[in-house]
């Protein structure tokens, strides 16, 4: 079966459940204008309210959709909380307006009207089951809690329609008005719970705490070293909008972060199908330990001391900072080792990647040595003085700036232009 046509049977099946419900609504009413039984007229409006809410879903869902809403998703979702807070307050106020009135009302036709109520729980427990294997189809967890619902009111329609028939077998007023109390406190806590809900939704507020935390468990599971520094979720209507900040290796390459962005986000899609948005904001990490490669070379006679050479390729010295969450550990100086004279730039440059450093300071680089040293993500800061002490004061206060480009050309190039 194809995508286009499950959906097609998926919305079929959702109008169904919708239909069936619209029966049992007609049901009661129908049973209430016949027999006049007050439990008949409060279970009516309890469907009524089922409806309502599964209709506001329905046109909520085409209307965002729909091509002019590509744009504002969000606020159009909101139409759903909005929709819904006002339908809880009218369900509250009906509630409450006819509490008073219905329990002045003498117990009718208790027979009949169990028999109004046993019939009318047939569609609405059949638009359960259609709407629980639906959403499981789909994974849809709103459309799961739908069918919940519907399930629970059937039920909750069996324990009415049990109560009539007591009260009509024992000619029990008490077991009538146990029975319309049950029906009215159902309707109440529904209606309770739709207006918790959309006040959540308007105002923002976490609908699911426990989501948020399951969300950054993931993200920190899929992409190892990435940490969520911040996640913020916004519900809108049945859907909801994350914001998500986080923290990449400081050694990943704006690219490299991105498709771990895509990553994340994928695998954020498939396991939590109320996400309709998801913004990644990728903040780097700042890095705290460094080996730092430094060029020297020793001047003065008598009171020799080492300044920062050059270059890299004519340095006879070099010194080695360690650097450990940003305070430097240890200075150590050594010869290079590395003394033929042709390309030794560029060897020493092997030699500093292959020996873990991760920084380099120099006054200028030649062409070949850039290359090499650029190809192992080694970062060039440029010198400005030639002291040692003074650079690396520099470099720890971020106070250097990168090379982006060898400052000296290649020596072949050299000649060809004096030629
Ligand atoms: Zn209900």
């Given at each position: 079966m194809?995508?286009?046509s499950?959906?097609?049977e998926?919305?079929l099946?959702?109008?169904i ?34 409806i ?13 959709r ?7 998703p ?5 139409i759903?909380?909005?929709s819904?807070l006002?339908?809880s ?6 509630a409450v307006?006819?509490a ?5 009302q003498?117990?009718?036709?208790l027979?009949y ?6 019939l009318?729980i ?5 638009a359960?089951y259609?709407?629980l294997?639906?959403?499981?189809r ?16 059937s ?9 009539l028939?007591?009260s009509a077998l ?16 159902t309707?109440?806590?529904?209606s309770l719970d ?5 006040i959540?939704?308007v105002?923002?507020?976490p ?17 190892k070293g ?10 809108a209507?049945?859907?909801?909008f994350?914001e998500?900040?986080?923290r990449?290796e400081?050694?990943?390459?704006i690219?490299?972060s991105?498709?771990?962005a ?5 695998e954020?899609r498939?396991s939590v199908?109320?996400?309709?948005g ?5 903040e ?8 730092v490669?430094?060029p020297?070379k020793l ?11 050059k270059?890299?390729s004519?340095a006879?010295y070099?010194a080695t ?15 290079n ?11 020493t440059a092997?030699r500093?990647a292959e ?6 300071l ?5 062409e070949?040595?850039?290359g090499?040293?650029l190809r192992?993500?080694?970062?060039i ?7 040692v ?17 060898p400052?000296?050309?290649a ?9």
């Amino acid at each position: 079966m194809d995508h286009e046509s499950s959906l097609h049977e998926v919305r079929l099946f959702i109008y169904i459940s919708l239909v069936a419900s619209i029966f049992t609504f007609l049901i009661r009413l129908g049973g209430y204008i016949l027999f006049g039984n007050s439990v008949l007229l409060v279970e009516s409006l309890h469907m009524l309210v089922d409806i309502l809410i599964s209709a506001v879903v329905i046109v909520v869902v085409y209307l965002v959709r729909s091509k002019f809403a590509k744009k504002y998703p969000y606020g159009l979702y909101k139409i759903e909380d909005l929709s819904s807070l006002l339908i809880s307050i009218l369900v509250i106020m009906v509630a409450v307006e006819i509490a008073g009135s219905i329990f002045s009302q003498p117990p009718v036709f208790l027979f009949y009207s169990a028999i109004v109520e046993v019939l009318s729980i047939v569609p609405l427990a059949a638009a359960g089951y259609i709407k629980l294997k639906v959403s499981s189809r789909i994974n849809s967890p709103s459309l799961r809690s739908d069918a919940v619902h519907s399930i629970g009111d059937s039920l909750e329609g069996f324990a009415v329609a049990f109560g009539l028939y007591l009260s009509a077998l024992f000619s029990s007023t008490l077991a009538y008005y146990a029975t319309l109390a049950i029906a009215l406190i159902t309707l109440v806590v529904i209606s309770l719970d739709i207006l918790k809900n959309s006040i959540f939704g308007v105002l923002d507020l976490p609908k699911d705490k426990r989501l948020a935390g399951e969300m950054s468990a993931m993200i920190e599971k899929k992409a190892k070293g990435t940490k969520v520094s911040s996640l913020k979720v916004r519900w809108a209507g049945p859907v909801m909008f994350a914001e998500i900040v986080l923290r990449m290796e400081p050694e990943l390459t704006i690219e490299e972060s991105h498709r771990v962005a895509d990553d994340i986000e994928r695998e954020l899609r498939n396991s939590v199908p109320q996400l309709e948005g998801v913004t990644i904001h990728i903040e780097p990490t700042a890095r705290e330990n460094f080996k730092v490669f430094i060029p020297l070379k020793l001047v003065g006679g008598s009171g020799a001391r080492y300044i920062i050479n050059k270059n890299i390729s004519t340095a006879d010295y070099f010194a080695t900072a360690i650097i450990k969450h940003n305070v430097l550990e240890s200075l150590e100086i050594q010869e290079n080792e590395i003394k033929a004279k042709e390309f030794r730039g560029v060897e020493t440059a092997e030699r500093i990647a292959e020996t873990g450093f991760t920084d380099i300071l120099v006054r200028g680089i030649g062409e070949m040595t850039f290359g090499v040293l650029l190809r192992h993500r080694i970062n060039i800061w440029r010198v400005r003085s030639d002291s040692v002490d003074k650079t690396l004061r520099a470099f720890l206060a971020h106070k250097l700036h990168k090379i982006e480009a060898p400052t000296l050309e290649a020596s072949w190039r050299r000649k060809e232009k004096h030629e």
